[in-house]
T-cell receptor
Framework: NAGVTQTPKFQVLKTGQSMTLQCAQD?????MYWYRQDPGMGLRLIYY???????DKGEVPNGYNVSRLNKREFSLRLESAAPSQTSVYFC?????????????FGSGTRLTVV | DQQVKQNSPSLSVQEGRISILNCDYT??????FLWYKKYPAEGPTFLIS?????DKNEDGRFTVFLNKSAKHLSLHIVPSQPGDSAVYFC???????????????FGGGTRVLVKP
């Protein structure tokens, strides 16, 4: 089925370890996003890519880096994981017109940093 | 400071009754508002939206009301069904359509439990 695919679904890291969360969409969307969900905080934007070749910081970018590998793929990297990065991470895409109701979310990656 | 707030973290309602979810925002530049529904272990899915030029939008059992002067919107679910049990997120955007990179700002969510 068409949509947004995230891998892995679950991950446990030790403090200081690094990892990359992968995201791919097959809807030919221009824009892609990374959000994190924390209890009571809703979804907060980490980074986004308005179009292939561009990336911008969102509300909570510290401790993360991103790569828009091509139009389909947008990865999120934690260089040195910290317990504060324990969260559920959602990738989303929108477009091609960038309409907000065109947002499609992946099923999430649950990350625990111990 | 959160620009979009959902002050009720949870709501319990009997099947067949009305569920009312509330959302407040502070950014006067927000022009388009949405509600998303999220089941456990799934990503949020779009439910209903409203533009600031309207004060009401209805889609089946779901109605969203917008009071722009009060910076307040609400979602009504009538009648509530057990399958409506989920977390509901309010979200806002400064524009409805943007060439690229249209960002959404989300509230903290309200967990709804509909009892049979």
């Amino acid at each position: 089925n068409a949509g947004v695919t995230q891998t892995p679904k679950f991950q446990v890291l030790k403090t200081g370890q690094s990892m990359t969360l992968q995201c791919a969409q097959d809807m030919n969307h221009n824009s892609m996003y990374w959000y994190r969900q924390d209890p009571g905080m809703g979804l907060r934007l980490i980074y986004y890519s308005a179009s292939e070749g561009t990336t911008d910081k969102g509300e909570v970018p510290n401790g993360y880096n991103v790569s828009r590998l091509n139009k389909r793929e947008f990865s999120l990297r934690l260089e040195s994981a910290a317990p504060s990065q324990t969260s559920v991470y959602f990738c989303a895409s929108s477009g091609p017109e960038g309409t907000v109701y065109g947002y499609t979310f992946g099923s999430g990656t649950r990350l625990t940093v111990v | 400071d959160q620009q979009v707030k959902q002050n009720s973290p949870s709501l319990s309602v009997q099947e067949g009754r009305i569920s009312i979810l509330n959302c407040d925002y502070t950014n006067s530049m927000f022009d388009y508002f949405l509600w998303y529904k999220k089941y456990p272990a799934e990503g949020p899915t779009f439910l209903i939206s409203i533009s600031s030029i309207k004060d009401k939008n209805e889609d089946g059992r779901f109605t969203v009301f917008l009071n722009k002067s009060a910076k307040h919107l609400s979602l009504h679910i009538v009648p509530s069904q057990p399958g409506d049990s989920a977390v509901y997120f309010c979200a806002a955007s400064e524009v409805m359509i943007k060439a690229a990179g249209n960002k959404l700002t989300f509230g903290g969510g309200t967990r709804v439990l509909v009892k049979p």
